[in-house]
Structures are given as structure tokens and as C-alpha cells.
């Protein structure tokens, strides 16, 4: 899988129905889960462990920090590597570069199911032109797996 970085989306999300996800489950998607709050993975930019934030006004941004050297509390054998800690509170500023397609997708619990999510923002000139669903997927949560898991052992 490798590298990928996070991204935190505060424009709506078109979710849809789909083959094997009816309105219900829609409609649950939209009233339960807090879509902001849900942190992405994507491949569509530098796989540098970033964080970006898709704002509201369809601007990129990236998530930037101070750091300072951290005192060592234990001693480490062959190693005197510096530690680094933010300093200060982070922020957010334009993300230098940004793509003209960038994919995202997670995975959202609403137990019995789970739910896989990808969609597809695409830029023009440098701001957000329209978000598409790309994949919708609803499965048995994993959580149930391993109950039914430990229910054959016995």
C-alpha cells in the first residue's frame, strides 16, 4: 500500500444510490456520520504523510507546523537521532501544487455495515469545479466478522 496522505473534506459529499446501497442507507449516511470530521487517504498527491483540508470555499490547503527538538527522555543505544515535537499550533496555508483530479476514500462504520466511499474532486484552475462518487460499497462489518469468528471456535 506504502505511503498516503490524509485530507478532512467541508464541501458536501454526493452520496447516492447504488447497486446494493438503497435510500435507507443514504439517507442514514448523510443524518449520522459527521462527514468533516472523517480524515480520507489519497495517492493523488505527493505520499508524504501531509494533511490537507478541501475548505468550504473549494480551496486545497495543507496543514503546516512548527517543530522544535525535544528533550530525550530515555537514552537510545546506537541512535542520537534528534525528537521533534510541534511547537506552537498548527495551521493550515494554499497547498502549492494542486492536481487537477485528486481521488479520496475511507471506510464508515454504521454497525451492522460497513461502508467503502471513493470519490473523485476535480480542479479548474486551481479550485474545486465538482466532486464525484466513484465507489459506493456496503459489507458486513468487520466487527460482526470476528464475532462470527469466535462463535465457530466455540
Same mark, same amino acid.
Request: glycine share 4%; with cysteine.
Given at each position: ?6 485530507? !478532512? =473534506?467541508?464541501?458536501? %459529499?454526493?452520496?447516492? =444510490? ?22 480520507? +487517504? ?17 480551496? %486545497? ?40 483530479? %485528486? ?13 467503502? =466511499? ?18 459506493? !460499497? ?13 462463535? +465457530?471456535?466455540?
Amino acid at each position: 500500500m506504502g505511503m498516503f496522505d490524509t485530507i !478532512e =473534506v467541508h464541501r458536501k %459529499l454526493p452520496l447516492a =444510490v447504488v447497486d446494493g446501497i438503497d435510500s435507507s442507507d443514504v439517507k442514514d449516511l448523510k443524518r449520522l456520520v459527521k462527514w468533516k470530521g472523517i480524515e480520507f +487517504q489519497t495517492k493523488s498527491l505527493d505520499d508524504c504523510l501531509e494533511h490537507y483540508k478541501l475548505s468550504v470555499n473549494g480551496k %486545497l490547503y495543507v496543514r503546516r507546523a512548527k517543530y522544535k527538538e525535544a528533550r530525550k527522555k530515555r537514552s537510545t543505544k546506537g541512535f542520537d537521532l534528534p525528537m521533534l515535537e510541534v511547537d506552537g499550533k498548527p495551521w493550515f496555508e494554499l497547498a502549492p501544487k494542486v492536481p487537477t483530479s %485528486l481521488v479520496f476514500y475511507s471506510s464508515v462504520t454504521l454497525e451492522p455495515f460497513s461502508y467503502w =466511499v471513493e470519490f473523485e474532486a476535480i480542479f479548474l484552475r486551481g479550485k474545486l469545479h465538482e466532486i464525484k462518487l466513484i465507489a459506493f !460499497e456496503k459489507n458486513a462489518s468487520e466487527f460482526d466478522d470476528m464475532e462470527n469468528i469466535f462463535q +465457530q471456535e466455540e
